[in-house]
């Protein structure tokens, strides 16, 4: 079992920039593949980003790459997303997410993670 709570999320204009935070707990956090979805309202959850159990491979969805960076600090059981030239359209509530994807496929799919967070909502103004 994996606990996992998001902070970092507000509000600020386009062009700003947030960090959310994701504090993991419970089992090995190492062993777990972290990943942020999004959900805005009237739209389904999309991927945002993740990172595999090393910390050795990245994956973005193409709307963030080149402006969101993820990483993780095993240390400290967290893994943070930085987002950069934030959107009117990154409007959302960011989720974090702990798995074991079985594959790199996987990584992209809210089904290859198990334990969820209850979501911090980043809202960006025009």
């Known amino acids: 079992q994996v606990h996992v709570v998001e902070s970092g999320g507000g509000l600020v204009q386009a062009g700003g920039s947030l960090r959310l935070t994701c504090a993991a707990s419970g089992h090995t956090f190492s062993a777990y593949a972290m990943g942020w979805f999004r959900q805005a309202p009237g739209k389904e959850r999309e991927f945002v980003a993740a990172?595999?159990?090393?910390?050795?491979?990245?994956y973005y969805a193409d709307s963030v790459k080149g402006r969101f960076g993820i990483s993780r600090e095993s240390t400290k059981n967290t893994v943070s997303l930085q987002m950069n030239s934030l959107k009117p359209e990154d409007t959302a509530v960011y989720s974090c997410?702990?798995?074991?994807?079985?594959?790199?496929?996987?990584?992209?799919?809210?089904?290859?993670?198990?334990?969820w967070g209850q979501g911090t909502q980043v809202t960006i103004s025009s």
């Open positions: 990172i595999d159990w090393s910390g050795g491979s990245t």
């Open positions: 997410a702990a798995g074991r994807p079985w594959n790199t496929d996987d990584h992209y799919r809210h089904g290859g993670y198990n334990y």
